[in-house]
């Protein structure tokens, strides 16, 4: 509910601190005094876009505060979706600057129009004889059905299954072009693929297979190198093993007449057994060395596939080519596995829709057993409001759509008159007759939910008597379960009010100034005199006025 409205330097307003309470606070001033003033400033709150052209002196900012007691709406969660600090009692500040930059905040937390707006939903409602159209709005007319149906809790578990299968969906079709992309490479992955089984990379040694091809194809080479080296080694008598005996010998024969004779004699000694140890490898080598073409293009083979693998996929050693053929792999069998990916996906929607069905089943059962009686409220209280003739037919359709909130289409159809046809509320309402209807769906919503403060502007415009009398005692009734303000001109609706305030105009050094002021009982009874008989208040109009306050 709305507490308190600061106003600064907007209009005609200098300077205005009002408190409200709750239950029904009537508005009242002559036509002109400044109350559409009021009511623009509160649609600054509520995330109007601001107007340098509103400000008063535009050498001061213009500021309009309001605060509001949230306790009863439930909007923690609403506050953590906008990032800003809860608080009981919510403060919402618009500032207009003199460079005409405008600024919000809500609890001293800066905020954009689109934060203030999805705020003001949960604070107040403004209505007026010419802003009915949420009246004809889908969102709305589903609002009153499930308010009534207590379908609040079915909503929300339907709301969030939907969320998880339009995920589930969302799923399936990625995984559905991914296969699509993926069978387009099939057949070539796989053909990568093949080729690299035709080589065993994980036990391969490339250093050690060219080495392999390089001995295989200088056989002859390697052989006579190996027999020329073999002669120079072991040629008798002047052979380089030989040669290094008979220098041994020599040095023999010295080796006990000191250290160094000693020292180069072992080290000889060491280069013969070296020597000794290179022919007996040569030997083997000469022994195992031997021609064998098969094996020779073997070992071509595989480096020619190894080099081909090296240049088709830019690697540069047999590491990256495993990657490379791991990779293959892994993109094969995913394509081979999205089948049953996809199988299994499609079981998990089918069921998540079953699931969906049965929820928007009951739903639907739910809002056309409450119909009936929705449209027996809303007549018997609009023949209250002098629409004795006034008719609803509201259809309900089933579709096959999964819709945000359900699978029914809704369609409210009014006859105001006798004689006449069912037609679209928004075709064959007036505005006067629109403002009834809503005032009557108000008060029968208000008796469902937590409704926002809510403010009617004028909406008695054209009504008088017997019916202005109901309307005030419908806005009464609200008012016990809500805060509802009225800007009226009856004094029936006026009288019906725990509050009244009054908005007048006053000119000070030839500059007007509009006021705002909670009128007391004395006051409260000269303005309803005023109302009913005009300014020159008489004795009987007193009387009347006191009738309809008491």
Known sequence: MLTSLYIKNYALID?????FNNGLTIITGETGAGKSILLGGLSLVLGKRADLSQVKNLDEKCIIEAVFDVANYDLKKLFQNLDIDYDVHTIVRREILPSGKSRAFINDTPATLDSLSKLSNYLIDIHSQYQTQ??????FQFQIIDALANNKKKLEKYSSQLKLYKFTLQKLEEIRISKAELIKEYDYNLFLAKEFESIDLDNLDVEVLEGKYEELNN??????????????LSTENIGLIDQINSAKQELNRIANFGKPYKALKERLTSIGIELDDILSEIDNLEDNLSADPLELDSVAAKLQIVNNLFQKHSAINVGELIEIRDALSLKINDTNS?????????DELENQKESLDKMAEAIHLNRAAIIPELISKLESLLNDLGMPNAKFKIDLNKTDELLSNGKDYLQFLFMANKGSVFNELKKS???????????AIKSILADY??????????IDTGVSGEISKKMGEIMQQMSKRMQVFTI???????????????????????????????LNEDERIVEIAQMLGGVNVTKSALDHAKQLLN
């Open 488 to 518: 009226t001109h009856l004094p029936q609706i006026a009288a019906k009010g725990n509050s009244h305030f009054k908005v007048y105009k006053t000119d000070v050094d030839d500059v007007t100034h509009t006021q705002l002021k909670r």
């Open 219 to 232: 056989v002859e080479t390697i052989g006579g190198k190996l027999a020329s080296t073999k002669a120079i």
């Open 429 to 439: 309402a007036s505005g006067g007759e629109l403002s009834r209807i809503m005032l």
């Open 449 to 458: 939910i937590q409704l926002p403060s809510i403010m009617f502007d004028e």
């Open 338 to 346: 999205l089948d049953e990916t996809i199988e299994n996906l499609e």
């Open 134 to 139: 949420q009246l004809v709005q889908d969102s």
């Open 15 to 19: 300077e205005l601190n009002v408190q």
